[in-house]
C-alpha cells in the first residue's frame, strides 16, 4: 500500500525559508515519478515541480520562479521541496503525490495517482 505523509508545513513571513519532506512508503523511489503539487484558498489544484527516478526535474516556472527545488533521497524514501523567498502569493496547501514512472513526469494533476494528506504553508507579508 501506498502512503505518502508530508511535515515541515507551518506560518511562516515573506522572505523566510522553508523545507517541505514527504515520507514515502510502499514504492521505491528508483522506479516512481514523484512530484509537488498545492492548492491555493479558492484556486484548483496545480502542479509545482516533479522528479524522476533517474533525477531528472521539471518544474512550473511560473509558479517556482526559481526559488523551489525539488531533490529525493533514495535510501530515506524522501522527497523534499525546499522554498526560498517565499511570498504570501506562496500560501497553499502542498501535496506530496506519486505515479509510476513515465517518459517525462506529468504536469497535469489528475495524472497523478497516490497523495499525501497535504501540509498547510501558509505566508504572511
Known amino acids: 500500500q501506498v502512503r505518502l505523509v508530508e511535515s515541515g508545513g507551518g506560518s511562516v513571513q515573506a522572505g523566510d525559508s522553508l523545507r517541505l519532506s514527504c515520507v514515502t512508503s510502499?514504492?521505491?523511489?528508483?522506479?516512481?515519478?514523484m512530484a509537488w503539487l498545492r492548492q491555493a484558498p479558492g484556486k484548483e489544484r496545480e502542479f509545482v515541480a516533479a522528479?524522476?527516478?533517474?533525477?531528472?526535474?521539471?518544474d512550473d516556472a511560473a509558479s517556482v520562479k526559481d526559488r523551489f527545488t525539488i531533490s529525493k533521497n533514495n535510501g530515506k524514501n524522501t522527497v523534499t521541496l525546499q522554498m526560498n523567498a517565499l511570498t504570501p502569493e506562496h500560501t497553499a496547501a502542498y501535496y506530496c503525490?506519486?505515479?509510476?514512472?513515465?517518459?517525462?513526469?506529468?504536469?497535469?494533476?489528475?495524472?497523478?495517482?497516490?497523495w499525501g494528506p497535504g501540509i498547510q504553508v501558509p505566508v504572511s507579508s
Open positions: 503525490a506519486a505515479c509510476s514512472h513515465q517518459l517525462i513526469p506529468p504536469r497535469v494533476t489528475g495524472d497523478w495517482l497516490s
Open positions: 522528479i524522476s527516478p533517474s533525477d531528472v526535474y521539471i
Open positions: 510502499g514504492i521505491s523511489l528508483s522506479t516512481t515519478d
